[in-house]
């Protein structure tokens, strides 16, 4: 998509309605480029080019609006179809979704509703337009305590940051995981929800079941419920992360240290492995472990990434340079040790950069994203400019 959203209005009601695109005009970054009442000027405008959405109103007789929304799937499936409607029945919104709309509003149309329904269908299209797929992180850590969610979930922030665009950030430590509470949100959905036996998975699900949060991440939970975990299938977790895939244009996975089936579908496609350690013997020796585990499995070395975390030169016996010499390649970041600040940011539920945007370890976060960004999007498209102004704020609100 261009950075202003291009919007097509489709309103088969007799008289139309001139509110409707006066909603559209009061949001930020949208462009109404056209208002058609017939099928035949619509085709033209879709076989034209130049839109990114179709909002279509779903209140006319006869269903002719959900015939419409399925034929501007056919003509062209890369536009995103939004739906309004003043009806809250669940039945209206299911056959929406399944003619083919990706967001639905209710009318009156609310504005900030609106906007996030826009900014969705944004996020899902905006990986494929820009061409070069998606890439999937997976962060491991060596040992219990070693920082490893931390790591993953402010990477996850900061990769939204410097790419300027929404990021995905999956919990695969089923029983155990604490991403959420480092966000201090509780969602209503979660990785047992889409991963089931007998569930297929699909953007829609993926839509309803992700918690957007206000860093521009959207988080798959872990369970609520330990033994919801059972429930997960290797099929399942192959299959989300597909679809989320063509939803992000970075995926952050957070794996148990456990290396289960559930584990291996996670870094079977995975274009990079992060494993988080901390400068000691115990930890180094089972990062080893790990690592051989993982070439074992068939995974590239070139994939395959070693993060110090919590790093304190004035008093560690092993250096940097000791740990490049063991696996043979330079350590791709080094996050200093600022337990204080970092430690504040979990128990409040805050990502680092809001209370503490000149943080030592939040800044070699920073510079881990930019590197890892620019590896998939190249130099020109990766900001490298300090936290978003008023982030602080915005959370705490």
């Keep these: 998509m261009s950075s202003a959203i291009r919007v097509c209005l489709f309103n088969q009601s007799s008289g139309g309605d001139s ?9 930020p970054g949208v462009s109404v480029v056209g208002e058609y009442s017939t099928w035949v000027g619509m085709q033209e405008c879709l ?6 959405v179709v909002a279509v109103n779903l209140d006319v007789p006869d269903q002719a609006a ?3 929304v399925h034929r501007i799937s056919e003509v062209a499936p890369e536009i995103g179809v939004l739906g309004i409607s003043a009806s809250s029945d669940p039945e209206t919104i299911i056959q929406a979704m399944r003619a083919g709309c990706g967001q639905f509003v209710r009318a009156p149309i609310d504005l ?31 040992s219990g305590g070693v920082g490893a969610t931390t790591i993953a979930c402010n990477l996850a922030i ?27 949100c509780k969602a209503q959905h979660s990785v047992a929800d889409v991963c089931r036996t007998g569930v297929e998975c699909d953007h829609m699900m993926l839509e309803s079941a992700l918690e957007e949060l206000r860093c521009n991440v959207s988080v798959l939970a872990r369970p609520d419920r330990i033994e919801d975990a059972r429930e997960v299938t290797p099929d399942g977790v192959e299959s989300m992360l ?48 790990i690592y051989r585990c993982l070439c074992q499995m068939g995974a590239s070395e070139d994939r395959m990434e070693v993060v110090l975390n919590r790093s304190n030169a004035s008093f560690e016996r092993l250096k940097v340079e000791d740990v490049a010499e063991h696996f043979g390649k330079p350590v791709f970041g080094i996050v200093p040790n600022d337990y204080r600040r970092v430690t504040t940011s979990r128990d409040l539920g805050h990502p680092i950069l809001t209370d503490s945007p000149n943080s030592p370890a939040r800044m070699a976060i920073h510079q881990m994203a930019v590197r890892l ?17 008023g982030l602080a704020k915005l959370w705490r609100r």
């Design 19 to 27: 509110s409707l695109r006066q909603s559209f005009e009061k949001v």
């Design 47 to 52: 076989l034209g080019g130049g839109t990114d």
């Design 66 to 68: 959900l015939v419409a």
């Design 112 to 142: 900030h509703d609106l906007q996030v329904a826009l900014e969705r269908i944004r996020v899902v299209r905006a990986p494929a337009a820009a061409g070069g797929g998606s890439k999937r992180i997976c962060v491991v850590g060596a």
């Design 158 to 184: 900061e990769l939204a940051h410097v790419s300027a665009r929404r990021t995905g950030l999956v919990d695969m430590n089923l029983e155990y995981g604490d991403v959420g509470c480092m966000f201090d």
């Design 242 to 289: 597909r679809v989320m895939g063509t939803m992000f244009p970075f995926v952050i996975v957070d794996l148990p240290r456990s290396f289960s089936f559930l584990s291996a579908a996670a870094l079977a496609s995975a274009d990079q492995v992060l494993i988080v350690t901390q400068l000691g013997v115990p930890f180094l020796r089972n990062a080893a472990r």
């Design 373 to 389: 960004a620019s590896r998939h999007l190249g130099e020109d498209a990766v900001k490298r400019s300090d936290a978003p102004r």
